[in-house]
């Protein structure tokens, strides 16, 4: 174990404004559990059309199909929060800038360290066959609660996970271990499709795949709720929310479109999709098919069944 290297690649993540960081060994028995529960939800079909997940399963049973030789893995957390009570119809983790580019941009620095010692090392966010929220359960960062995100005690859900594959043998931190939901439900509860069971997401009837990753708007597709990007139901109501503070990153600060009017989302034109994607993580959605949606929603419940009461949660101001 490299304990020094350890400690300069922690620094670094600190100094790189990551809000939460940890390592995980390559191996763990952990993770061969969260992969069998994987391979389950695959095998229920609960994956809908994102075929590649299933055609990728055998790549994520082990990280050194990423990178071969692989000794460790640094998990990154990186708040993305605004607020509990937001009435915009787009998912906060898409307010700001696209995380992908923001997020690899600074993991790539520790993976150039990295290198610079003689290791190989790769960065990835959402870029590698990995469970990423498993790694990150195992290097100490949070676990994985009812609603099926990472939760972390500090921050809360509302982060992006980000991580360094990596070569040499950092010291592994220890695996968070605590199940801190307890005996609370409220995601299941207060989910309007019926999406989770727990620690389970039927992406099938989940408002977040049919905005964002369904192919088409088909049969089957439930109310948006007055969604138009993703939905964040299941984090507005979560208690550990509440400790999450708003984060200052200026690239993930609100662009203007969080603020339209009901009437401005009812008007919307390709083009003002096609700009309105640019640098962001709505480039997820076909523009034809975010155009549809928003018609869609904002006949539907907009601005009404989307807010969910969470009078009995504080928020952080
Ligand atoms: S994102 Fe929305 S629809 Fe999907 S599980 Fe959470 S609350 Fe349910
Ligand atoms: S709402 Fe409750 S059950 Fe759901 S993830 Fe949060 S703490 Fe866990």
């Not at 389950?40 to 079909?45: A, D, M, Q, R, S």
Request: glycine share 6%; hydrophobic share 40%; aromatic share 10%.
């Amino acid at each position: 174990m490299n304990l020094p290297l350890t400690q300069a690649v922690k620094a670094l993540a600190q100094a790189l404004d990551f809000h939460a960081w940890g390592i995980a060994p390559v191996t763990s028995a952990a993770y061969a559990q969260a992969y069998q529960h994987y391979l389950n939800w695959l095998k229920e079909g609960m994956q809908a059309e994102m075929h590649y997940l299933a055609e990728t399963a055998h790549l994520r049973s082990d990280p050194r199909s990423v990178l071969p030789e692989a000794k460790s893995l640094l998990m990154v957390l990186q708040s993305y929060f605004h607020t509990r009570r937001a009435s915009a119809p787009i998912a906060q983790y898409a307010w700001g800038d696209d995380y992908h580019t923001h997020m690899r941009r600074r993991l790539q620095i520790i993976a150039d360290y990295l290198t610079r010692h003689g290791y190989n090392a790769r960065p990835f966010v959402d870029t590698a066959p990995l469970l990423e929220k498993a790694w990150a359960v195992i290097a100490g960062l949070g676990w994985i609660g009812k609603n099926t995100l990472l939760l972390n005690r500090r921050l809360g859900s509302y982060t992006f996970i980000g991580g360094v594959i990596t070569t040499a043998e950092l010291l592994p931190d220890s695996p968070f271990t605590e199940d801190l939901c307890g005996t609370c439900q409220r995601c299941l509860d207060a989910c309007p499709t019926q999406a989770l069971t727990p620690y389970r997401l039927d992406a099938r009837r989940c408002i977040a795949y049919w905005t964002i990753e369904a192919p088409s708007m088909e049969e089957g597709m439930p109310e948006t709720q007055g969604w138009i990007f993703g939905c964040d139901i299941c984090q507005q109501v979560c208690p550990w929310n509440r400790f999450a503070k708003p984060q200052g990153e200026i690239a993930f600060r609100p662009k203007a479109h969080v603020f339209w009017s009901q009437e401005q989302w009812a008007s919307l034109s390709l083009p003002q999709v096609k700009k309105l994607q640019e640098k962001s993580a709505m480039r997820r959605a076909r523009p034809k098919k975010l155009l549809q949606i928003a018609a869609l929603s904002v006949n539907q419940t907009y601005g009404t069944k989307r807010s969910v009461p969470v009078t009995s949660v504080r928020v952080w101001k």
